[in-house]
DNA sequence: CACGTTAATATGTGCATGCATATTATCTTA
DNA sequence: TAAGATAATATGCATGCACATATTAACGTG
């Protein structure tokens, strides 16, 4: 790898060569980088471009930057990584299998005071309770468990959900802009067993989220995966 | 929420209108929006800033950009998370716990086949492994599985691990460049059930790692958490 | 010397402008 | 008419400048 051969009028070359010093230990974790404009100075650059290169440095985790303090090589650089959680439909397709789901259960419910704290409801209004198992060439894939706040999204009370998934059209009918969303492992307990065709007891890789629109929950959903499931990423 | 109290002179600002019309569907999913000119125009500012806010927007995936065609609002945002990964003992800590860990064994071995196809190292030459036990307040809290390739990094073999753990010293001193990141559940087998103390059989949420400096593998890890743990994020 | 005030400074951001580049639309030409 | 050349256009990016803002260092003053 030469560096010569990086362009350091772009910005992602700034930061490419920035990358290595700090790979390379030029700049020791802890260490303070010389500041914005000796750097534009010593790149023939604006320090516009350099701020470019930087600020993106600074978002991956890898410096942190204060104003009038300077930029600094983080001493513990977090793990971030970004998952991608796509709409179930989407990922089974992506394998190359052909996606279908099945709506076991349908019905109105009080809110379960499981979720009381996480998802603030009327007390006394109901929800809309969903079963639904997503299959991949006939195979089951995940189970899902999802209650939906008709306050949040008046149109689902006529939907059936049978043909377009609860995911799906809320995505696009009650979009969220923020939620909670954690990960966990299960043990497969008879029901579950029985819908994801797996042992009794199994570990499965499980997913929780509760999504808001402003202060206004939308929907809790848990899904449970089949046998085997990983969620991958790279960082 | 008063839109009229938003700055539309700060990118941020510009973000939040631009962002609250795609919510409330002024612009709908698939639909184009305006170029930046004419927001720009619209919104008084220039189109450097207007094109701050959508490269953000397009950042988070809300909408597609391309050149020429124009910024169209994404048919299905892709639902992205960001993962802190963060060291054990700092995740330990931030609850407010003791961190301690114990190396159960540290001794140099040939590469199991099973990271063969993963982990590219010369056939022959021998790789580091650790079994480390991490506990939280005198609790198991996980217990980790670790390969170090020597020849990326070399300083480990003097390491002896029993203060400092791997983790953080990789961390501190063979940073990588990217890696391959997943989570899993796993049944507690019978040496997991006893080091975390989880009955036998168990749903252990799991996460496996393996990073590279460039085309070398430095690690591969496999960390198993004690009963209960949750991965959480926002979104 | 302790503590509050003020100045210095590095990053954060906005603006106007110009050019680069990818992509689409249009216009030729065989 | 179909395929290829060419123009039009929206985003992408670099620059120089000005000013905002957070934070630290220096400075007084009691």
Same mark, same amino acid.
């Given at each position: 790898? &030469? ?15 920035? $990358? ?14 010389? #500041? ?113 706040? $008709? ?20 995505? #696009?009918?009650?979009?969220?802009? #923020? ?9 497969? &307990? ?29 929907? #809790? ?15």
């Amino acid at each position: 790898m &030469d560096l010569a051969l990086i362009d350091t009028n772009s910005w992602t070359g700034i930061r490419e060569v920035l $990358l290595r010093r700090i790979h390379d230990r030029v700049w020791q974790p802890g260490e303070q980088i010389p #500041h914005e404009a000796d750097l534009a100075e010593e790149f023939g650059c604006a320090r516009t471009t350099v701020n470019r290169a930087l600020r993106d440095l600074a978002e991956s985790g890898l410096v942190i930057r204060k104003r009038r303090a300077g930029t600094r090589v983080a001493l513990n650089p977090p793990q971030r990584a970004t998952l991608t959680i796509p709409i179930i439909r989407e990922e089974v397709e992506a394998l190359g299998r052909t996606y279908r789901h099945s709506l076991l259960e349908r019905e109105l419910r009080p809110l379960p005071p499981m979720l009381h704290g996480a998802f603030q409801v009327t007390l006394g209004e109901d929800v809309l309770f969903l079963k639904t198992l997503h299959f991949a060439d006939d195979r089951p894939y995940a189970f899902e468990e999802r209650y939906i706040n $008709l306050a949040a999204a008046p149109g689902a009370h006529e939907m059936a959900f049978d043909e377009v998934s609860a995911n799906e059209w809320l995505v #696009h009918n009650a979009p969220y802009s #923020h939620g909670d969303l954690s990960f966990f492992a299960i043990n497969a &307990d008879k029901t579950m067993s029985r819908k994801l065709d797996a042992a009794s007891g199994t570990a499965l890789f499980a997913m929780e989220r509760i999504t808001w629109s402003g202060k206004v929950p939308i929907t #809790h959903v848990r899904l449970i995966f089949a046998p085997g499931y990983r969620m991958r990423t790279e960082i």
